[in-house]
Each structure stands twice: as C-alpha cells, then as structure tokens.
C-alpha cells in the first residue's frame, strides 16, 4: 500500500503559478503509476496529469497541456504538479493517485489510492 499527502495549494492570482507535491509513504512507491486529477467546485473529479513509474511516460488533459508539468523523485518519494499560467478555472481541489499497474490514463476506476486533497484557488 501506500498513502499520499498532498501540499502546496493555495490563492494565486491568474497568471501565477504553482507547484504542487505529493509525499508518499512505503516502500515501494518507485513501483507505482502515479497521477493529479482536480474536482472544481460542483462539478466531478477530473484527470489532470499521470506519469509511469519511471517518469518515462507522461500524459495530461487538454486543459492543462503546455501550462503543466508533471515530475517525480523515486529517491524522495515524492511528486509534483507544476501549472503556469493560471486560470480561475483551474480552481479546484487537487488530488494525488496512485496505482500499481503503471497506467497513466485518465479513468477514475483505475487508481487505487488517493490522497486528501489541496486546494487552489486562482483569483481573476
């Protein structure tokens, strides 16, 4: 197993940018696809960002793609969201996810653990 913490949410102004990090616990968190996804306020959860246990593979939503950028330290168990150009659309809470099976798509049902979210908030 592994559990996930997320950090680094808060209010930026449209335009900024900010980066997000995921700590995880256990031991084997160098096997685990790991992912972002974000849930704005009334609306479902959505996938935002993936990457393959060994960072080779990367994937990202349409609408987030060129303002992101997803990373991972397999020496410090952790991960990270970078998003430039922020918008009030990109107000949301944010998650991190993990799963086992090296899948970096954008299907809920495939991630196995999740963190408690950050929230960010992006002022017009």
């Known amino acids: 197993q592994v559990q996930l913490v997320e950090s680094g949410g808060g209010l930026v102004q449209a335009g900024g940018s900010l980066r997000l990090s995921c700590a995880a616990s256990?031991?084997?968190?160098?096997?685990?696809?790991l992912g972002w996804f974000r849930q704005p306020p009334g609306r479902e959860r959505e996938f935002v960002a993936a990457i393959s246990v060994n960072g080779g593979t990367t994937s990202y939503a349409d609408s987030v793609k060129g303002r992101c950028t997803i990373s991972r330290d397999n020496v410090k168990n952790t991960m990270y969201l970078e998003v430039d150009s922020l918008k009030p659309e990109d107000t949301a809470g944010y998650y991190c996810?993990?799963?086992?099976?090296?899948?970096?798509?954008?299907?809920?049902?495939?991630?196995?653990?999740w963190g408690q979210g950050t929230q960010v908030t992006v002022s017009s």
């Open positions: 256990g031991r084997t968190f160098s096997r685990y696809a």
């Open positions: 996810a993990a799963n086992g099976g090296n899948y970096v798509g954008a299907s809920n049902l495939a991630w196995s653990y």
